[in-house]
C-alpha cells in the first residue's frame, strides 16, 4: 500500500468517526453518516480497504451510545457493513450504480435488520425498518453524489493510475 492510499483511508476512517456523532434518529443511536465515506471509499479505494472503513464506521457508530446490542453483535454488524459497501463499491466500479445504490439500501435497510431476527427476534428488525432505510438512502446517495463528482474521480483515477504502473513494474512506491 502506498502513502496516498494510507493517507485517503486514514481520512476516510476519521470521516467515519466523525460521522459516527452525526445521528439519524432511532431506537438503539446507532444509525448515523458513519458509513458515507465508507461507501465512497469503496468506489475509490480498492476493494478491501473500503470495507475496512465501513466496518470502523459502524463500531466507531456504536460506540458513541456505548455498543447498546453488545460488543460482539455490533462487530457482526461491522462485518455485515464490510460485505455490502465492498459490494457497493464493486457494482458502482463496474458501471451498474443505480444498481449499486439500489443493492446497497436493500442490504443494508431490509437484510441488515433481517439477520438480526434469529438473535434478537422480530422486535429488533420492525423497529429499526424504517430507520435503517432511511440512514441507509441518505450514506448511499451521498457517497454516490460525492463519488460522481469530478475531484473525486481525478482522485480515483491517480488511484487507478498508481494501480497499473505498479503492476506494470514502472512504478516503485
Known sequence: MNTRRLVLMSLFIALSAVGGFVKIPSPTGTIAFDSLPGYLGAVILPGWQGAVIGALGHLFSAW???????????????????????????????GHKLFAIVTAIILNGVIAPALLIPIIGTGIFWTLLLPLIVGSAANIIIAAILANSSIIKKVGEEIDVEEAGKLSGLNNN
Do not use: E, N
Open 64 to 94: 458513541t451510545v456505548s455498543f447498546p446490542l453488545g460488543f460482539a453483535l455490533h462487530t457482526y454488524i461491522g462485518l455485515q457493513m464490510a460485505i455490502y459497501v465492498s459490494i457497493f463499491g464493486l457494482l458502482f466500479k463496474k
